[in-house]
């Protein structure tokens, strides 16, 4: 499916059991959140924009979906390049300098770094190798094949067994219930913990061979093995690194032995009627701290 940017409103949770229409170039009314990209200039590609996604020393190239980097433009981004965020819905958002935005007096601050809707992404983006959709298993889980870092909303199960959406101090609750995918989460984990919701519908989450439930050990082992055969058997490096260096990060002795392994429990369709999570801000200070900075750690 070819990708495609579409500057097109959306509907937005807000506090108050509400929503609102946002349209394109408008203040984002929503925590700050999502796969996380970049439009960058590339003297290896061409003079045009590529898509660049990124960890450390790990750097993924790809087509950009076109009209975006004229909408981050006009939007106040210099020159169109910049960070941008793709939530679960696919709404695309980014971050302007204050100085900069022309709809500076809508936003909830007019100082930093405002939080701003740009517009829809449908279809798969293309970063060669990297699936970042893959099949979801019918009957069980699998080992997530895809991008281990920086992909997808950042949940957590609460001890109430509720998904709330953290960063600092701030917590805020989904608009919707999610039962069916917090008990496919706690199956699995038992202990209050993230799990990641990405653009494509497909969650994951970082398990911790010790923390696995005793009754679902073999499931784990038998995807663990069916992944590594099935990477092995096709060549596929890119997946056989990418979990590598997902299992080396989350360990405390930089052994992937001991690492938290990364499971893809499935694809919303499968939870919960496949309503996507969306928190609702309740507490407009966050905007102000949010903003301080076009990059926030998470």
Known sequence: MTVEFKEEPTKVPISGGQSVSVAPKQPWPSAYRGSKYSLVSDENFTDSAVLKWEQRDLSVFGEPPQGLRSAMTLAGKSGGYGSFRVTARGEIITKVPAEDYPNVEDAPVSEGWIPTYLGTLSGTLDLGDVNLDPTASGDGVAVWPGLPFHHGERWAVSHENTLVWKWRDYRFESAFDHSELVAAYDAYRPTPGRLYVTEYGHVWVN?????????????????IAAWRDNAESKGDSTSLRLVNRRLVATSSTDDPADGHLPIHLGHLRQFDGGVVPRPVVDDESYYLEVGQYEEVWE
Request: charged share 40%; proline share 12%; hydrophobic share 30%.
């Open 207 to 223: 398990v911790p061979y010790d923390d696995i439930m005793p009754e679902k050990q073999n499931e784990i082992r038998d995807a």
